[in-house]
């Protein structure tokens, strides 16, 4: 039995929809640690990490369950926490600083991919002149997404991120749109080419030796026209009143053809894994084009836990109750990292 504190980022009644869901998280981690014999405190944490600091030294956890997701009102900033953690040499569950730095820094994340020659779509950030990463024999992008560069959630992402590249104006208007949003929602946006194709969720769990890679989910876009965007907007996740939430759906249901692409997709997942040493658990998200071209567009490093999100749906279809992987992420916490 051990005694674990709950950390999480402080939040108001007047937060959104997806900065609220960590109360949920916390609910359900907060359960289970209790099923499972251990004791159990929540600590608030906010950007006064000196109090967040002097309340660690009191309660002397012996682990941190760390489902801090933003700090200051932007995910940017989560770091901090698990920062302050390492600082403090008290283990925590879920991946280090360094890794989340990485991975939360999208055009960062695809940089790295592409250093290892891991398929992720071309990006381009404001102040470029040409497309990055894109590979030799391959076309510039027909279309192309603007999203947030540092944010989750699908923050300001809709089927109107969507932008027509064919024009000389490309650029011009990509850059346009970047700015837009960026002053909008008061973060940086970026361009990332846009894949038509299926879309697959494949989220891991730590183990021994190699983290597990749970059962592909894919998100289907029930009722959608041959071409119209498809995109897993903020709507979509997030407003249960609109059309996209509910012609958004998560299917587990596979035929016999897709095996070999299912398992291509789970030998790229665990290749992000090893790629930005990750911990604990872990989603990443992908992109199979019409030629069966799977690409990596964002890697979680600790996704939500909420338990109607992906993460719960695919420790269920794989057979792993919720103690149980509750319990695993708590115990590769506590071996060696390499990071």
């Known amino acids: ?15 959104t929809a997806s900065e609220l869901d960590v109360l949920r998280q916390c609910s359900a981690v907060e359960s289970s640690l209790l099923r499972l014999g251990h004791r159990v405190r929540r600590l608030a944490c906010t950007l006064n990490l000196a109090a967040t600091r002097q309340s660690l030294l009191e309660f002397q956890p012996d682990i941190v369950f760390n489902l801090v997701e933003a ?3 932007t995910d940017q ?39 290892l020659r891991l398929p992720t779509p071309a990006w381009l950030l404001p102040s470029d002149t040409g497309w ?20 989750h959630a699908s923050l300001g992402l809709s089927e109107r991120s969507v ?68 995109i897993l907007g903020a709507e979509a996740k997030w407003n249960e009143n609109s059309p996209e939430y509910h012609r958004t759906v998560r299917t587990f ?22 790629a930005f040493e990750l911990n604990g658990y872990a989603r990443v998200d992908f992109r199979v084009d019409a030629d069966g071209q799977p690409w990596v567009l964002e890697i979680n490093a600790n ?3 909420s338990p ?8 269920e279809r794989s057979g792993i109750s919720w103690d149980q992987a509750v319990q695993a992420i708590l115990d590769d916490a506590l071996r060696p990292r390499n990071s």
């Not at 698990?82 to 991975?103: D, H, K, M, V």
């Not at 990055?132 to 944010?151: C, H, I, M, Q, Y």
């Not at 946006?189 to 846009?194: D, G, P, R, S, V």
């Open 308 to 315: 109607d999100a992906g993460f719960a749906a695919a420790l």
């Open 163 to 230: 932008v027509d590249c064919r024009s000389s104006l490309c650029f011009s208007s990509l850059r346009n749109s970047m700015d837009t949003a960026s002053a909008q929602f008061g973060t940086p946006f970026f361009a990332e080419e846009y894949i038509h194709g299926r879309e697959f969720n494949l989220s891991l769990l730590g183990g021994p030796h190699e983290p597990q890679v749970l059962f592909p989910a894919e998100i289907r876009f029930e009722g959608y026209s041959e071409d119209r965007p498809r």
């Open 253 to 274: 249901s596979y035929s016999p053809a897709d095996q070999p692409l299912l398992d291509e997709l789970g030998a790229l997942a665990r290749s992000c894994w090893s």
């Open 303 to 305: 996704p939500c836990l």
């Open 132 to 151: 990055r990463g894109l590979t030799p024999g391959r076309n510039a992008p027909l279309k192309a997404l603007v999203k947030a560069a540092s944010e």
């Open 1 to 15: 039995m051990a005694t674990v504190v709950l950390l999480f980022n402080q939040v108001s009644a007047t937060d």
């Open 71 to 73: 700090l200051g009102g």
């Open 77 to 115: 900033l989560m770091g901090l926490a698990t920062l302050l953690l390492e600082s403090l040499r008290i283990p925590f569950t879920g991946s280090s600083s360094l890794a989340l730095q990485l991975t939360t820094r999208k055009p960062l994340a695809k940089q790295r991919l592409t250093e």
